[in-house]
């Protein structure tokens, strides 16, 4: 590649320069003093409170909780950025359901804290979607969990599953840090180490040191997000993200409908279904009453669209139900050998099978 004239990397870099000035409003040229650039630092609030409950910051430990996750935070500017566009989005909702349900407003940046309101996020440890959810505490909040369907990634059923979560919490312990700490660490733990310690108060308490740094992340990010502007993060109104328009639709799905077919029914594309659904795991739409979101406007076709498609699909199911079965949902390989008197391994043999994972929809050959 051919080097650049020296002029124009003389200009390159003056405007390099200038951008970091734009960006970092505590930024000062060198000096012959000091020949590299002078940061000033951000002071945390002389007071800050976390869903009405004030932080003990006379206590200097919890003020230098304080003050790292909040140097943290401050300074990773482009994940900041991304916080505040992506609240545009999600923040209407959540605050919506938190003003319902007489909740602080406060704990929405929970979310933030736990995802960057990411909706597909994963952690290493199996917790998913905007709430993090692991899986066994998702189904004892009522959220769906099974090789169709995980309604941790879906923002509203997950939204709805963590507000009811944090106000038995909140039940529980008695004040909302409490009850935040225990959504990070479980209740039991938290129980347990409330039990042996004699004490509870929060910020007198040892626990993980996860949960320790937890609260303190929620409140660093409470302070930028409702001052983005002392901190030198400025959004011109079209750079937030907007909600998504669509209609949530009711429907009961009586045989597996593929979501491409549906999707060109209503005349849009499998990509908009799964986006809008990201709780429907498969390319199949499950058997069961239940709710889906569509693109906005298309609510009064869904009915229309199920009747033929179902038709369709139940007369192809018994076409075939002779010498082919259509795995339906909670189906295994040894309850179809069961149902239709064919061997496992001979299943296995006729269909290319090597373990033992089949699909909802997939076609299964009974015979030769």
């Known amino acids: 590649m051919r080097a650049l004239p020296l002029f124009s990397r003389v200009t390159a870099s003056l405007m390099a320069l200038i951008s970091m000035m734009v960006l970092l409003p505590s930024f000062a040229f060198p000096t012959q003093e000091n020949a590299y ?27 230098e909780m304080l003050d790292r996750e909040f140097t943290i935070a401050v300074w990773d500017r482009a994940q900041v950025f991304l916080w505040l566009k992506r609240a545009g989005r999600y923040f209407p909702h959540i605050e919506k359901k938190l003003a319902e349900a007489g909740m602080p407003e406060d704990l ?7 995802s960057s309101l990411l909706t597909h996020i994963r952690s290493s440890e199996g917790a998913i979607g905007p709430w993090q959810f692991m899986a066994r505490t998702a189904q004892g909040n009522g959220l769906r969990k099974d090789h169709m369907v995980d309604e941790r990634l879906s923002f509203e059923h997950s939204t709805e599953a963590a507000l009811n979560y944090l106000k038995r ?13 225990g959504y990070n660490c479980g209740k039991t733990r938290l129980k347990n180490r409330i039990k042996e310690q004699k004490v509870t108060d929060y910020y007198r308490l040892n626990l993980p040191i996860e949960t320790e740094r937890f609260i303190f992340r929620i409140a660093a990010i409470k302070i930028i997000m409702e001052n983005p502007k002392s901190y030198g993060y400025s959004l011109t109104q079209d750079q937030v993200y907007r909600t998504i328009k669509c209609d949530t639709v009711p429907v009961e799905i009586r045989v597996p409908l593929h979501v491409r077919d549906v999707a060109r029914a209503l005349g849009t ?45 139940s007369r192809r199911m018994k076409k075939a139900s002779d010498r082919y079965y259509v795995v339906q949902p909670g189906d295994t390989l040894s309850h179809i050998a069961r149902r239709r008197g064919v061997p496992v391994a001979t299943l296995k043999r006729l269909n290319g099978i090597q373990g033992s994972l089949i699909m909802v929809g997939q076609k299964l050959r009974l015979s030769p």
Do not use: H
Not at 45 to 63: I, Y
Not at 108 to 114: F, H, M, Q, S, W
Not at 169 to 181: D, N
């Open 169 to 181: 919490l909140k039940e529980i312990f008695g004040t909302w840090t409490l009850a935040l700490a």
């Open 37 to 63: 650039p002078v940061f000033d630092n951000f002071p945390v609030p002389e007071s800050v409170s976390l869903c009405g409950e004030p932080m003990s910051l006379e206590n200097r430990r919890v003020w």
């Open 269 to 313: 594309d499998f990509k908009v279904l799964k986006e809008l659904n990201p709780q429907i795991l498969d390319c199949y739409l499950p058997t069961g009453r239940y709710t889906i979101k569509v693109p906005s406007g298309m609510a009064s076709k869904m009915a229309t669209v199920l009747k033929p498609l179902t038709r369709i699909a």
């Open 108 to 114: 929405k940046y929970l979310a933030v804290a736990e």
